[in-house]
């Protein structure tokens, strides 16, 4: 029986000297980046181990910066404290007759994303004295710390209107059952809701959600990764089609489904991963001037490129609740309506999809009640979603 050769103590000290070196080099990285602000900001987006004044002192360090790399002098910004609301503090300053939103807008940008930080949420807006101003929530996503406000033609002092948050419901997960459907459509809630094409009673769910002037999405069924075990249903796009089947089928499925918001993936993991597949499917898209909705990406997916390289308008919801209607009670469904709305009142505006099952379909009435949604604007999917210009 041969015996096994040891290791000799040289390859065994190369290999400890080796890892130490690792090690130290990892200890110095991470005392680095706890020395600087954007290496705190950072550490504070991959670890969250930042308390909520220290990232806004550090992203009001970055916003001098940026000020400065968009041409806009310190003395001309105004700090205010919120005591309420999402952020910490609202930051005011306008801008030379001369200058540029945009270019400050880029400039701002950038810096921040340099530094570790982003632009949350933005909207541009006229003043009642004439002017324009351009008004931007930063900091770390699910973490606002700024609300920037940009005036350019007016004074930067002039109060900031509040506007509501502008929130679109869209409901899928319909049975293929007409009846069934149309009793669900008949709710006087507000909400679009996404059918499915292609099954025996799709043509009758669809008319029934026009007759009761339901927005209407339409959820493409697409080749998921281990498919058939896991199947869209009937009218399934697969990645073996050939691309002039593929625009067929689309091209029948948004006639069966008449006026349209927008089209979403159902499913699709694999498909959504395959150049092929989405470019045949956006050319139609393309054609009809539909915007693509694209629920939980897959991370190798190719449609938000692919999207703007064809010219297809693109969105992906700001929520989507999909497993908290399976729970027996509504617990956990009110705690993840309550934070979503919370997100939604820091980013302005927010689409949100929700599962339909016999408890949320109980629970919408209650959560949809305009009385208990203060500050929101349940509103059309069609606000929310743009559409391409003409080919």
């Known amino acids: 029986m041969a015996r096994k050769r040891k290791a000799s103590p040289w390859k065994l000290f190369i290999a400890a000297l080796f890892a130490a070196a690792v090690v130290l080099f990892v200890a110095g990285e991470a005392f680095l980046m706890t020395r600087s602000d954007t290496g705190r900001i950072r550490f504070a987006r991959t670890f969250g181990f930042v308390d909520q004044p220290e990232l806004t002192h550090l992203v009001s360090r970055q916003l001098h910066r940026a000020f400065a790399a968009a041409g806009i002098p310190a003395d001309s910004v105004r700090e205010r404290t919120m005591e309420d609301g999402p952020v910490a503090l609202r930051w005011t300053a306008g801008l030379k007759d001369d200058g540029s939103l945009l270019q400050a807008n880029y400039a701002l940008t950038r810096t921040l994303e340099e530094a570790g930080a982003e632009v949350l949420a933005g909207r541009e807006e006229h003043t009642a004295q004439g002017g324009t101003r351009v008004i931007l929530t930063v900091g770390l996503p699910h973490r606002p710390t700024h609300e920037v406000v940009l005036t350019l033609g007016a004074r930067s002092d002039e109060p900031v209107e509040k506007r509501a948050t502008r929130v679109a419901i869209v409901v899928y997960g319909f049975p293929d059952d007409g009846t069934a459907a149309d009793s669900v459509f008949a709710l006087p809630e507000p909400f679009a809701v996404a059918l499915l094409p292609a099954a025996k009673n799709s043509a009758a769910v669809f008319k029934a959600a026009h007759h009761r002037q339901r927005e209407v999405v339409l959820l493409l069924p697409l080749e998921p990764v281990n498919y058939p075990q896991v199947n869209p249903g009937p009218g399934t796009l697969l990645v073996t089609m050939k691309p002039t089947r593929i625009a067929e089928s689309v091209d029948r499925y948004l006639d069966q489904a008449g006026a349209v918001s927008a089209v979403a993936n159902h499913m699709g993991s694999l498909a959504t991963q395959d150049m092929t597949v989405m470019t045949a499917v956006y050319r ?51 705690k993840r309506w309550k934070a979503v709305i919370q997100l939604a009142h820091t980013r302005g505006e927010m689409t949100v999809w929700i599962r339909l099952t016999p408890l949320s379909r109980r629970w919408l009435a209650r959560a949809l009640d305009r009385n208990k949604l203060p500050g929101v604007d349940l509103v059309p999917l069609e606000s929310l979603v743009r559409h391409p210009p003409p080919a």
Do not use: W
């Open 284 to 334: 139609t898209l393309r054609q009809h001037r539909v915007p693509f909705v694209h629920l939980m990406p897959a991370a190798g997916a190719v449609c938000k490129s692919l999207a703007s390289e064809m010219g297809v308008a693109y969105v992906e919801p700001g929520a989507v609740i999909e497993n908290e209607p399976r729970a027996p009670d509504a617990r956990a469904l009110d």
